[in-house]
């Protein structure tokens, strides 16, 4: 079984829930294989060189339709901190393929940066006005949170399914973790790699949930549908 893992901070509390969740050696054993950024991850398993892993929410889009997807995401509310929009010259960030299309959806021009690397750009300039929060206008426009990442898979549906339902029980409900706590000595090499504190990866962790309910689900619903009406194509194969 072939896992694609993103890496990014925003999937710690998951990472720590592999590692303590009873399954096979070889499944664990495979997990550092197929490590990337979320655009390279659609690839990957377009191209069924993967079998599951967290998806850009806009690449999961024939998984979600098809049933081959879990209630697992990578959620933020009202604000996230590593989707952002700069102040800089109208540009794609080739590592995320839904930020992007959200961008467009929001009718943003300015520069779009993801991940570990916006989250630097975030902690480090304290003039906010600077960029804009995607999550944050996402969620002032539809009053729903909004699914960066979504878990899918192309085979072994049974076993990725009672992953997710048993890793949606350890986490707790939304953002309450109730089960999984972040040793120092696995949060520290992000905190060292990234350039940011401790206490500013706790915070940020904060607004990370993974839980896909009923609005989350609705959440996909709308994004998938102002896809449709901008014309947005999902990524394909060929």
């Keep these: 079984m072939r896992f694609g ?18 399954t ?6 495979i997990l550092n294989l197929k ?9 990957e398993f377009l191209y069924n060189r993967i079998d599951a892993g967290f998806i850009s929410s806009i690449a999961g889009i024939n998984s ?24 800089s010259k109208t540009t794609m960030d080739y590592q995320s393929a839904t930020s992007n299309a959200l961008s ?19 902690y480090d300039n304290e003039n906010k006005l600077d960029m804009l929060d995607m999550a944050t206008l996402w969620h ?21 399914q009672k992953l997710a339902i048993d890793f949606n029980k350890k986490v707790g409900k939304n953002k309450f973790y109730k089960g999984i706590k972040i040793p120092h000595y ?24 993974y839980t896909i309910g009923t609005k989350e689900y609705t959440a996909l619903i709308r994004f ?7 014309h947005i194509k999902p990524p394909k194969r060929f």
């Design 5 to 22: 893992k993103i890496e990014y901070l925003n999937l710690l509390t998951f990472d720590i829930f592999l590692k303590q969740y009873k």
């Design 224 to 230: 998938y549908r102002e896809l449709r009406l901008k």
């Design 140 to 160: 002032k426009k539809t009053r729903l949170p909004f699914v960066f990442g979504y878990l899918c898979f192309n085979k072994y549906g049974d076993f990725y």
């Design 104 to 122: 467009i959806v929001l009718g943003l021009t300015g520069g779009v940066l993801i991940g570990d690397r916006a989250l630097k750009y975030y």
């Design 24 to 29: 096979t050696s070889n499944f664990k054993s």
């Design 64 to 87: 979600h339709y098809k049933s081959r997807t879990c209630k697992v995401g990578i959620i933020a509310n009202k604000e996230v901190w590593s989707v952002l929009l700069i102040d």
């Design 35 to 43: 490590k990337n950024y979320p655009s390279r991850l659609n690839k």
């Design 186 to 209: 696995l949060i520290m090499p992000y905190v060292k790699n990234i350039g940011i504190s401790k206490k500013f990866a706790q915070q940020y962790l904060k607004n990370i949930y």
